[in-house]
């Protein structure tokens, strides 16, 4: 039998993602709800947080996640802080302040697992993708659900992470590469010694 994790999130991209690597390994359940996210720059404090209240509130094993992107022309910022930039400058004052800088970023994706035995230190796992913020927006409508994908070139991409074609999307995914390290971790450490 394998064991129950409940996934916090409302992203069905999310979830889809998380089944498809871990849904072999667990029963993988997800939950929508009110989590309080606190305003770091530092995805890893994000999660760190997000999670010990989500296992809180669930009492029982938990995932979450957070994203952000790091530029380099604006020293690190705005990281966890990309969807509050986004909101307020949208992608076109991004490029804006942008312009004559650094097109240099990272995307970061900081996973985090907690259960009775990391209630109070949960364990953490981040994928890194370096890249480059293109110069222009691929097009006019940005969902809210694509956060900096318009934008964000991944190093040996040609185009932004939201035009890539499926097939190829995990070979720059962020999301792929922390979900892969946390199913290595759990292989030690969580899931049953196979036989």
Known sequence: MKPVMTMITSSDYKFALAQQILGNYFDLRRLECSIPEYQFLDVKTVVKYKASLAYIKCKSPVLVDDAGIYLAACEGYPGALAKFVKSRLGMNGVLRMLNGQSRYAE???????CDEATAKNPVIFEGRVRGRISDLP???????????????????????????????KGKYSERTIALNQFLDWAKENILPKEI
């Open 107 to 113: 995307s970061v994706v900081a996973v985090a697992y």
């Open 138 to 168: 691929t097009d006019t409508d940005f969902p809210k659900s694509a956060g900096f994908g318009h934008l964000f070139i991944p190093h040996g991409a040609r185009m932004p992470y939201i035009h890539i074609p499926e097939a190829q």
